[in-house]
C-alpha cells in the first residue's frame, strides 16, 4: 500500500513548484528547514492521497513520517488527523514519539492542534510545559501552538504560562507562534491579553509584540508598540 501512495504522489510532483517551496520554507544550509525535499504537490492533493490511504497501517505511516520528503511527512499526518477520532490515545502517544519529524512550521500548525491540543484538552498539560522547554524549535513550537484548541474552549491559563517561558526564546518562528496565540486569546478576553502584556512588556519579543497586538485599534496598537499605554 506504501508503495502506491508514494507513487500516486510522485506522478503529482511539480519540480518548479518545489523549487519555490524549497525556498518559501527555508530549505538552505543552517536555515530551520534545512534538507527538507518538496515534490511541489499541493495541499488538496496530499489530503486527496490521505484520504484515500487513510487506512495505511502504523508501521507504514510511520515510514511516511521518518521520510526527507515533505510531503510524504505532511500525508502521514494527515493520515493521523483522519483517524484520531477513532484511535486518540495511541495516536497522540505516536505523535510525541515523532515530534522530531514533525519539522517544519506549516506540519506543526497543521497537526498540534488537531492531535495533541485536543487531546489534552480535558487532561494534564505537563507534557505541554516539557516541551515548551525543549531545545527543539518544532517541539517548542507543538506546545504553544496546540493551546489554541484551549483557547476555543475559553481555557486561557495554559497559553499565558507557556507564552511567558517562551518569551526568551529567539527564534522569529517561536516568537510568531506566541504573538498569534496572544492574539487569538485576546479575541476571546482582550482584558486579559492586555494585562498579560503589561506586566511582561520588557520581555516581549518585537515580533510577539506585533503579532499579538495586530487586531487592536490603531491608537491602542501605537500605544503598545511605543510603550506609552
Same mark, same amino acid.
Given at each position: 500500500m506504501l508503495n502506491k501512495l508514494k507513487q500516486?504522489? $510522485? @506522478? =503529482? #510532483? $511539480?519540480? #518548479? @513548484?518545489a523549487q519555490i517551496l524549497q525556498g518559501f520554507f527555508k530549505t538552505g544550509n543552517e536555515q530551520y528547514g534545512e534538507g527538507d525535499i518538496f515534490l511541489g504537490v499541493t495541499v488538496p492533493q496530499s489530503r486527496q492521497i490521505a484520504k484515500k490511504y487513510s487506512n495505511l497501517p502504523f508501521l507504514e505511516i510511520q !515510514? =511516511? =513520517?521518518s521520510s526527507k520528503i515533505h510531503e510524504e511527512r505532511l500525508i502521514a499526518l494527515l493520515i493521523l488527523i483522519k483517524n484520531y477520532p477513532n484511535n486518540k490515545g495511541q495516536i497522540f502517544n505516536f505523535y510525541l514519539k515523532n515530534t522530531r519529524q514533525i519539522n517544519n512550521w506549516d506540519l506543526v500548525d497543521l497537526s498540534a492542534p488537531n492531535i495533541v491540543g485536543n487531546y489534552l484538552k480535558d487532561k494534564n498539560k505537563k507534557i505541554l510545559y516539557k516541551l515548551a522547554r525543549s531545545p527543539n524549535l518544532w517541539e517548542k513550537r507543538i506546545a504553544i501552538v496546540s493551546t489554541a484548541v484551549f483557547i476555543r474552549n475559553n481555557q486561557f491559563k495554559d497559553t499565558l504560562e507557556i507564552s511567558k517561558i517562551l518569551l526568551k526564546? @529567539?527564534?522569529d518562528l517561536? !516568537? @510568531? #507562534?506566541?504573538?498569534w496565540m496572544l492574539r487569538e486569546l485576546g479575541k476571546r478576553n482582550l482584558s486579559l491579553l492586555e494585562t498579560f502584556l503589561k506586566q511582561n512588556y520588557k520581555q516581549i519579543p518585537r515580533t510577539t509584540l506585533r503579532y499579538a497586538i495586530e487586531r487592536f485599534p490603531e491608537s491602542l496598537r501605537q500605544k503598545y508598540l511605543k510603550g506609552k499605554f
Open positions: 500516486e504522489l $510522485n @506522478k =503529482l #510532483a $511539480n519540480p #518548479a @513548484k !515510514q =511516511l =513520517l526564546d @529567539k527564534h517561536i !516568537q @510568531k #507562534a506566541t504573538g
